[in-house]
């Protein structure tokens, strides 16, 4: 008898481990929406004025090449070291150009079409040409940020806070 007491507690306690089992519990990724997760390469920045020239808020557009990528646990990573320059016309006609390098580290989180990223101001390597001319003392940084965003299996488009910035990317 004590056999058949033991057959059916095991019984037993394999059922339940195995209703354990079939629970399943979905946590979303730390970044919160996965479609942004990935490798991405910048087709084009567009800014409308973050960028200046002796002091005249400037638009500026181009940098691609410009690489992304962003992880599930929500570590951002761009680099400018194959970035094309940002390009625009000063009043005077003469053309701006803007060439950006270095990295930026930042935490991202993107959630419901909006994103906010958390880390430090990095001030970026940074030289200008006016006319084709070096502009001296010119820099550049970025500041972590937030905003909207829209992305599909290929695409990823981040606006800034107040449609400033636009920066469209696809699948690298």
Same mark, same amino acid.
């Given at each position: 008898m004590p056999f058949r007491l033991f057959a059916v507690a095991t019984v037993l306690v394999v059922i339940a481990g195995a209703c354990s089992f079939g629970k399943q519990t979905s946590n979303p990724p730390a970044i919160g929406d996965s479609c942004v997760v990935g490798s991405w390469v910048l087709t084009e920045e567009m800014n409308e004025s973050g960028y200046t020239y002796a002091g005249v808020p400037l638009a500026v557009s181009g940098m691609a090449g410009a690489t992304l990528a962003?992880?599930?646990?929500?570590?951002?990573?761009?680099?400018?070291?194959?970035?094309?320059?940002?390009?625009?016309?000063?009043?005077?006609?003469?053309?701006?150009?803007?060439?950006?390098?270095?990295?930026?580290?930042?935490?991202?989180? %993107?959630? %419901?079409?909006?994103?906010?990223?958390?880390?430090?101001?990095?001030?970026?390597?940074?030289?200008?040409? %006016?006319?084709? %001319?070096?502009?001296?003392?010119?820099?550049?940084?970025?500041?972590?940020?937030?905003?909207?965003?829209?992305?599909?299996?290929?695409?990823?488009?981040?606006?800034?806070?107040?449609?400033n910035q636009v920066d469209t990317w696809s699948k690298g």
């Open positions: 962003i992880t599930s646990s929500g570590d951002e990573k761009q680099s400018f070291e194959k970035s094309q320059p940002l390009v625009g016309t000063l009043p005077s006609g003469l053309e701006l150009r803007i060439t950006i390098r270095g990295s930026i580290d930042y935490k991202i989180h %993107a959630s %419901a079409g909006k994103y906010t990223e958390t880390g430090t101001v990095v001030q970026l390597p940074t030289t200008a040409t %006016a006319g084709g %001319a070096p502009v001296t003392n010119y820099h550049s940084s970025y500041s972590p940020g937030s905003g909207t965003y829209s992305c599909s299996s290929g695409n990823l488009t981040l606006t800034t806070s107040g449609g």
